[in-house]
């Protein structure tokens, strides 16, 4: 079913037009529609929506593709609508019964999150959040907990990685940076679409299903854990991965069955959290799968 526009169209020369040669270029701030994409790169307009921007030609030419339904805009630069790409996403789009509309470079510029930004965001429905309780995992599946990550970057990462391994779920703090922010969003390269991603206020309020699922509660330290790659580890493990400076908070150290770190043995303290991340998620899926 093809998607709709999220705002109206005040007049008609808003109505998306059959070619590309006809697209309404935007050109001022006090464009309804500008207006609309700059307030979803603010939190509280995002979650009132239940929408969020995804940038890259690749990421939103792919939504087309897969999940078209979830698309409600497509904007575009004039100099990305003559290239391949665009004209591929434009095409898409239209064909779908998606607007699409032409934004001028420097209006584009404030909303995408990249230094170069490729001229193309689309705005994307959020997925319906299932309630944690309502989950029932597999035999043998990863639950990723973020608690206290800052970093949306961080975040996104983590979710790719999340979505590579194959996880169950990830679950986000209270205080986490928000996983639909557009620097998240264009870090997890379209997996926040393809993950379960669910907030909770704490991991305490996530620790009762964990523990009626019998998950083993694994919780990350820089050091004085035991060895990643020789700890022994369950079926259903849930991964606590914590804040960038503090790291995990002490309520979560208490709820572990299992504290574990990555061996080091050069000069570096530690390492980022989303590499750490990528190196104890392969470190599970490799148990997983007894490779």
């Not at 969003?185 to 009762?208: C, N, Q, T």
């Amino acid at each position: 079913m093809a998607a709709s526009s999220s705002i109206s169209d005040p007049n008609p020369e808003m109505q998306t037009p059959k070619r590309k040669t006809d697209l309404l270029l935007i050109t001022s701030r006090q464009n309804e529609r500008y207006k609309f994409l700059k307030a979803l790169t603010e939190p509280h307009r995002r979650k009132k929506r239940g929408e969020f921007l995804m940038e890259g030609v690749t990421f939103v030419s792919e939504a087309l593709d897969e999940e078209a339904w979830k698309v409600s805009l497509v904007a575009v630069t004039p100099k990305c609508a003559e290239t391949e790409g665009g004209r591929r996403i434009i095409a898409k789009g239209q064909s779908k019964g998606i607007p699409v509309i032409l934004v001028a470079p420097a209006l584009l510029n404030e909303i995408a999150p990249s230094k170069t930004p490729q001229g193309v965001v689309a705005v994307i429905q959020k997925p319906i959040s299932e309630r944690l309780e309502r989950l029932t995992p597999p035999k043998s599946c990863t639950v990723v907990v973020l608690e206290n990550l800052q970093d949306p970057a961080n975040v996104g990462a983590i979710l790719r990685i999340a979505d590579a391994v194959g996880a169950f779920a990830i679950l986000y703090t209270k205080g986490s940076a928000d996983p639909y922010a557009p620097k998240a969003v264009r870090a997890s390269a379209g997996s926040i679409l393809s993950v379960p991603v669910l907030p909770i206020a704490s991991v305490a309020e996530a620790h009762p299903w964990l523990k009626e699922h019998g998950f083993q509660i694994v919780v990350t330290f820089p050091h004085d854990g035991e060895n990643c790659f020789t700890a022994t580890y369950s079926q259903r493990v849930a991964i606590i991965f914590g804040n960038e400076a503090k790291g995990v908070s002490a309520e979560a150290a208490t709820m572990a069955d299992l504290k574990v770190s990555i061996p080091m043995v050069g000069q570096a303290p530690s390492l980022n959290v989303s590499v750490a991340a990528g190196v104890l998620l392969y470190e599970l899926l490799r148990r997983q799968r007894g490779w």
